[in-house]
């Protein structure tokens, strides 16, 4: 008889290469588990943030901890907890909340080598709650919530991609500054509908149940903003218009930066 014997379990190839498994399993472990306040402080002199948010602190570890900042002087919190890395996608998915102290926005994320990431997330914004950012920018004020149903947002090489969202709001009364003084107008319920494609992200504002908007804002590629409000705004705010104007024809139109200057 020819004794055959059995190849070892253990080569060395194998052995190399489960080696290298369990230093990159290492690795990671140790990078997500650093404390993430020391991370912010080593990166944070390399983050370009706009003018009106400022971070306060930061806590927990990288891979399951919390901010605390300010946006134009209102206190938010971000809170994460990054999820297994994926090696097959080369990307970290994520949980999050965003918490102001009476609105609130929960989703997922996901960010992914090269330049690319993904954000899902729904929540509610309390609206008096900004009242004093709203007024200093010269915005309307609307009483009650607005209801963000869906967010999606991509980016690839730090320009949006792809992107839709829709927001309703119940309806009540509105307050808009007019000259000197303060205007007011009961509104139908609204909804907002958002689409972001090649960088350039587009709002329509429109009566529930209707197809046409009544406002629209534009925010491009350079941070822009551009605003329009149509006709279509004052008539359902039930207020005379002096001179012949159809619906869909522009009354009002603004361009400016959106975060061009700190507060």
């Given at each position: 008889m020819t004794d055959l014997s059995k190849p070892a379990f253990?080569?060395?190839?194998?052995?190399?290469?489960?080696?290298?498994a369990g230093l990159l399993v290492y690795l990671i472990a140790l990078v997500f588990l650093l404390p993430a306040g020391w991370v912010w402080q080593w990166v944070s002199p390399q983050v370009n943030l706009p003018p009106q948010v400022?971070?306060?602190?930061?806590?927990?570890?990288?891979?399951?901890?919390?901010?605390?900042?300010?946006?134009?002087?209102?206190?938010?919190?971000?809170?994460?907890?990054?999820?297994?890395?994926?090696?097959l996608n080369l990307s970290i998915p994520m949980a999050f909340s965003l918490d102001s102290a009476r609105?609130?926005?929960?989703?997922?994320?996901?960010?992914?080598?090269?330049?690319?990431?993904?954000?899902?997330?729904?929540?509610?914004?309390?609206?008096?709650?900004f009242e004093d950012l709203i007024r200093r920018s010269g915005g309307a004020m609307l009483v009650g919530d607005v209801v963000i149903d869906q967010l999606v947002l991509a980016w690839v090489d730090g320009e949006f991609s792809d992107g839709q969202g829709r927001a309703r709001w119940a309806g009540g009364e509105v307050t808009w500054p007019m000259g000197g003084s303060v205007q007011s107008a009961d509104f139908p319920p609204?909804?907002?509908?958002?689409?972001?494609?090649?960088?350039?992200?587009?709002?329509?504002?429109?009566?529930?149940?209707?197809?046409?908007?009544a406002a629209n804002a534009d925010i491009f590629p350079d941070g822009v903003l551009e605003i329009r409000v149509y006709k279509r705004m004052i008539d359902l705010a039930g207020q005379s218009w002096s001179g012949a104007a159809s619906p869909g024809d522009v009354i009002f139109r603004v361009r400016q930066p959106l975060l061009g200057r700190g507060n």
């Open positions: 253990l080569r060395p190839g194998k052995v190399i290469w489960l080696g290298l400022q971070v306060n602190q930061v806590s927990g570890q990288l891979w399951n901890g919390a901010a605390g900042f300010t946006f134009a002087g209102h206190p938010l919190r971000l809170s994460w907890d990054i999820e297994t890395p994926s090696l609105s609130g926005l929960d989703g997922r994320a996901s960010v992914a080598w090269p330049g690319s990431a993904k954000l899902t997330a729904r929540g509610s914004i309390r609206v008096r709650e609204m909804e907002a509908t958002l689409n972001a494609s090649s960088g350039r992200m587009a709002m329509a504002i429109l009566q529930q149940g209707e197809n046409e908007p």
